[in-house]
């Protein structure tokens, strides 16, 4: 059974502080890996789609790092601000085209 | 607006009766996908179409769930015989090509509440 395991389930950052969460997945009939912001009442936006073993990819002050041999992704935020406060869900993406999400980092940011 | 969009946005039904959902992608995505999320769970995979064509149902769509994409535009989902397990956010998403490496949009979803 393809499983997605993310950590921490929730999360309450002071806000200007960085903080990063995980996303392990199966190593093995890997094809994509995505990162996705979900805020109360709007839809699922989508942050990264990683592909590649040590692919790094940035957006703002948001960046998330890829590691295929090992199983995971990390999500990175710098300076947190109060938008940031979200569910953060990855989802991995295998060869014959399935796609698993993971249960979701709850981000709470305090002022 | 020319993002995914979902009607309705809630829907509150009594246990018995029957159900329909309506999911209208960006216009040029062949690729449109149901999940379900239930509280304290990630999204789950339904069922997908590309086109017109259903191309896979998770074994979790009971015979009380179909879904349609008649002229691989809009998307239907239907339940039957609700049940208070179906309660749940029920979220739409198009592509265009494969999920697998490309993003995927998604509409704000239809929470369904059985009593």
């Not at chain 1, 389930?9 to 502080?17: A, I, K, P, T, W």
């Amino acid at each position: 059974i393809l499983n997605v395991e993310q950590s921490p389930q929730s999360l309450h950052v002071q806000e200007g502080d960085s903080t990063n969460f995980t996303c392990s997945f199966p190593s093995s009939n890997f094809y994509a890996l995505h990162w996705y912001r979900w805020e109360t009442a709007k839809s699922p936006e989508a942050l990264f789609v990683m592909t590649l073993n040590g692919d790094e990819k940035k957006k703002g002050r948001i960046s998330a790092t890829l590691n295929t041999k090992e199983g995971y992704s990390y999500l990175y935020i710098k300076g947190s601000q109060p938008e940031d406060s979200a569910t953060y869900l990855c989802a991995f993406g295998t060869r014959d085209d399935k796609i698993i999400f993971g249960k979701g980092t709850r981000l709470h940011i305090l002022p | 607006d020319t993002g995914v969009s979902q009607d309705p946005r809630h829907k509150i039904t009594k246990r018995g009766q029957n159900v329909t959902f309506r999911c209208d992608p960006i216009s040029e995505h062949n690729r449109l996908y149901w999940y379900r999320q239930t509280l304290g769970q990630g999204p789950e995979f339904l069922t997908y179409f590309q086109n017109e064509a259903q191309l896979e149902k998770s074994r979790l769509l009971s015979d009380r769930f179909s879904a349609e994409r008649p002229k691989g535009s809009f998307s239907t989902l239907e339940i039957q015989r609700t049940e208070q397990g179906d309660s749940a956010m029920y979220l739409c998403a198009s592509s265009l090509g494969g999920f697998m490496n490309t993003e995927a949009f998604f509409g704000q979803g239809t929470r369904l509440t059985v009593v």
